[in-house]
């Protein structure tokens, strides 16, 4: 296992890993520099709260290309009734927060940390961190975040507090960016995103794409 110098900012290289898991190393922090430098390699940070930092870069990676978006019959109606309103970066920190404590049926916890929190409201104050808002009634109801690196958008995570409304929130912001974003990262696979079209690819075709956009 890499264990990161604290002193130096860098990185394995990710077509390194441990053969089964996908992790790249394990230590260091969540400084604004090492998480830049991390996405930038296609490693993104992944591990329990409490525990130490966990660098990962799967193979084979999930990901969806947004002229492959699938919308429902239902979905469409959705968006076609507007049962939802859309915003970006209106409320960054409340959606990260709201993915950290929202709770999901697939997972126990959330690993996100106000740490974490504090380091992407950074990068979202630099421009590179995006978040996508989902009203009702003009209630946060659902939403998502991640990091725009090119034309690689980089999905962490969503939250939702009423039926289809990250679903609307991610197909919305699809649609409206896919001339924008060659390919949106969804990093591990949910039967959520797959119904909407994402799939698995090699790593080093996601790590080619990342680097040759």
């Known amino acids: 296992m890499y264990v990161l110098d604290p002193k130096e900012n860098s990185f394995p290289d990710p077509e390194f890993y441990h053969p089964t898991s996908g992790i790249v190393a394990v230590g260091g922090d969540l400084s604004v520099d090492r998480l830049l430098l991390a996405y930038e390699n296609g490693i993104f940070p992944w591990y329990n709260p409490g525990e130490e930092i966990l660098w990962w870069c799967p193979d084979p990676r999930f990901v969806l290309f947004p002229s492959e978006l699938k919308v429902s019959k239902s979905m469409k109606k959705i968006l076609r009734n507007q049962q939802f309103t859309f915003t970006e970066n209106q409320c960054f920190r409340q959606v990260m927060e709201a993915c950290m404590t929202v709770t999901r049926k697939e997972q126990e916890s959330s690993w996100i940390s106000n740490e974490l929190i504090d380091s992407f409201e950074k990068l979202n104050l630099m421009g590179i961190a995006k978040s996508i808002e989902v009203w009702q009634n003009s209630e946060l109801v659902g939403g998502f975040y991640g990091l725009v690196m090119g034309k690689v958008f980089c999905g962490e995570s969503m939250f939702s507090k009423v039926s289809n409304a990250s679903k609307a929130g991610f197909i919305q912001f699809v649609q409206k ?37």
Not at 193 to 207: D, H, T
């Open 177 to 213: 960016y896919q001339q924008e974003f060659s390919l949106i990262d969804c990093q591990s696979h949910t039967e959520h995103l797959e119904s909407l079209g994402a799939q698995m690819i090699p790593k080093l075709e996601y790590l080619n794409i990342l680097k040759n956009q």
